[in-house]
């Protein structure tokens, strides 16, 4: 059946790329084989043809070659099927196979592949070779990533259940999804949450649950000038670290912090410690931080940092 | 979790789709079959079926295929005419598909966003190469690459770009490099020498997979804490059984010889599920989980618990609890 199915599209498309005008459902029926003999049955299966052609991306268009005629036609424009000339350097050909390798067994691995396999068509000489020594690589292993890039690709609205960091419970966010971007290793979407009437981004690894459409394709714009990218960085950018810690660290140890000191010297009181200052902004977070250097880095000042760690290391023994 | 990259983790990808190819994929495989044909002086069948991923039977089925197309009206004629004597495949007519097909919204998302990324990659000396192949892809794919504009991957320029420079050098060359190399998980400044392998750039993230001769194993190092670096006046030697991470199974996995961790975590602790490749998550409901995870070393397990607080709860081993609690107990002897 399906060797058959093959050979009939096959036609299908060579008839239509070379009639060069539009063809009746009755004239594509009279030159292509395999269709069969009943016309409701040969309809019901042209219609299905039409629709896989459709899905492979095959322009094929609906209309007619003069106003007189009444019967719709079907044809493929060769402009619009064809991939235009496109010619790439040997280095060229290399980035372009070592690209095609960046999403291996991710969402977008065989649109990668297909997308080449065209390019190879065309006479590239790309192979999915790796290069000496690098390795690029895309996993997108959160689920909703397929849903997301389709509802973005056709500019849907969605609907997800979504657990905020720290909420006990999901909620359910609609959104009009402007893009997806990935940052320090996460996945983000960012775009329009229709609850909440403002630019929103929420992380991928936190939605609970399917990502579902809530309206037809093409119905999101995307604010001219959006740059998502931009808004997911602005999300997540470290508020400015405007205060200053003093902190003990035990000389050999603490090498995270020690780094980014802007000052550090010996304890005067005891030789085996070091006195570090530090810029910190956020007060919660810096004391988790400290205190999971246990008895190696005491926070000195402010006195409500030194307060927070107290309070985390306390929490460890309740 | 073998890795000295150690904490961040990338979890397990699912597996490939394995649906069956089907008519329209083999469709799409003969569309592109004529012109790869005609855009080559000459190709051969053994080269051409590698090249489509098929075994040489099917490929001459396809070619098969392709000659019989027959259109009946209104004159019936064969538009295709091609031949595969003598090993070589010859297509003197092909019609209107001589070109391939234009490439998909995703077909050409996909390419953009793998370029884009990999022009990002700090110290890329092909980065003209790429700006040139976007430029020409963008170019063919017309509307079709619009949407891609949608999707980023921002690579991470934390690490110190003499040390990606050096780390391309040591592998073109095949030298040892000597790093001093900081273990979060374990508050370590650690030093060894490292025999590259691969720079691998995963998730936007950057490593050096190399065989470390501390270790005696392979290791990946993430290049944002390497403190400093040296590429040293010996070649590099890798072991021959040395196993390069296998990327498709996930950065980090866990070994069978690890320790198995359990935790509880309150709603404020459940990034930690989000953050470490865990072997079951469980929900006890009102956003608390308890999860369990493999670690070759339960340092990093108690430096986490201390960060946690009462927002997680170390409940397995018993003596890795016991461990928290001491530490917690010392560190707390310096603030009174």
């Not at chain 1, 809530?214 to 670290?241: H, I, K, L, S, Y």
């Not at chain 2, 070589?88 to 996909?110: H, K, T």
Request: charged share 25%.
């Amino acid at each position: 059946m399906s060797r058959r199915k093959t050979e009939r599209l096959l036609s299908l498309v060579v008839c239509l790329l070379s009639s060069g005008r539009f063809l009746t459902a009755t004239q594509i029926r009279a030159a292509v084989p395999g269709y069969p003999d009943s016309f409701d049955a040969f309809k019901r299966m042209f219609e299905r043809d039409k629709d896989e052609l459709r899905e492979l991306g095959i322009p094929l268009e609906t209309g007619s070659n003069s106003a007189a005629d009444e019967e719709p036609g079907y044809r493929i424009s060769r402009q619009a099927y064809m991939l235009p000339d496109i010619r790439l350097e040997p280095d060229e050909a290399a980035v372009l196979g070592l690209a095609a390798r960046v999403w291996r067994r991710a969402e977008l691995a065989g649109a990668a592949a297909g997308g080449l396999l065209k390019l190879r068509a065309a006479g590239i000489d790309a192979e999915e070779t790796t290069q000496p020594g690098i390795e690029p690589r895309l996993q997108a292993v959160e689920a909703a990533f397929g849903s997301l890039w389709q509802a973005v690709r056709d500019r849907r609205p969605v609907t997800f259940a979504y657990r905020a960091a720290g909420r006990s419970s999901p909620q359910v966010r609609r959104l009009e999804p402007w893009g997806v971007v990935n940052r320090h290793g996460r996945w983000y979407v960012a775009g329009h949450d229709l609850d909440r009437a403002e630019p929103r981004v929420f992380r991928l690894s936190r939605i609970d649950g399917p990502v579902s459409f809530a309206g037809p394709p093409g119905a999101v714009t995307v604010p001219p000038g959006t740059d998502v990218r931009q808004t997911v960085r602005a999300w997540d950018a470290d508020p400015p670290a405007l205060r200053t810690a003093v902190l003990r660290i035990r000389r050999g140890a603490g090498h995270g912090l020690r780094q980014r000191a802007t000052g550090c010297r010996p304890d005067p009181v005891d030789g085996d410690w070091d006195l570090a200052e530090l810029q910190f902004s956020d007060v919660g977070w810096y004391a988790d931080h400290v205190a999971s250097f246990g008895a190696d880095v005491i926070a000195l000042e402010p006195a409500d940092l030194r307060e927070a760690v107290i309070r985390r290391l306390k929490g460890v023994l309740a | 979790m073998t890795a000295e990259a150690g904490l961040s983790a990338a979890p397990a990808p699912r597996e490939p789709s394995s649906r069956p190819a089907t008519a329209t994929d083999r469709l799409q495989r003969l569309l592109a079959l004529v012109p790869y044909v005609i855009s080559r002086n000459a190709v051969g069948l053994a080269d051409t079926a590698a090249a489509f991923g098929v075994t040489e039977r099917q490929l001459v089925d396809d070619l098969n295929m392709l000659w019989c197309v027959e259109l009946r009206a209104p004159d019936p004629y064969c538009p295709i005419d091609l031949s595969y004597e003598g090993g070589e495949i010859v297509v003197s007519q092909a019609e209107s598909i001589d070109r391939p097909l234009r490439l998909g919204v995703d077909e050409a998302s996909a390419l953009l966003v793998a370029l884009r990324m990999l022009a990002e990659v700090p110290g890329m000396e092909e980065r003209s190469a790429l700006s040139r192949t976007i430029a020409k892809l963008e170019a063919a794919a017309g509307e079709a690459g619009a949407a891609s504009a949608q999707v980023a991957v921002q690579v991470d320029h934390n690490a110190a770009r003499d040390v990606l420079d050096q780390v391309r050098g040591a592998l073109a060359a095949s030298r040892r490099i000597h790093l001093s190399y900081y273990v979060p998980g374990r508050d370590e400044a650690t030093e060894r020498d490292v025999d590259p392998m691969r720079l691998l750039v995963v998730e936007g993230r950057t490593y050096l997979e190399g065989w470390c001769l501390r270790a005696e194993s392979v290791r990946l190092f993430r290049l944002d804490r390497v403190m400093a670096m040296s590429v040293l006046d010996v070649a590099a030697s890798v072991p021959g059984d040395a196993q390069p991470v296998d990327l498709d199974q996930g950065l980090f996995r866990p070994s069978a010889d690890d320790v198995l961790v359990l935790l509880e975590l309150s709603a404020h602790g459940r990034w930690v599920a989000e953050y470490y490749p865990c072997e079951r998550v469980e929900e006890l409901g009102e956003g608390r989980l308890r999860i369990s995870l493999r670690t070759p070393d339960t340092r990093w397990v108690r430096r986490l618990a201390l960060r946690l607080g009462e927002d997680g709860k170390v409940i397995a081993p018993p003596e890795v609890a016991d461990q928290v609690r001491e530490d917690a107990t010392a560190a707390l002897a310096h603030y009174e």
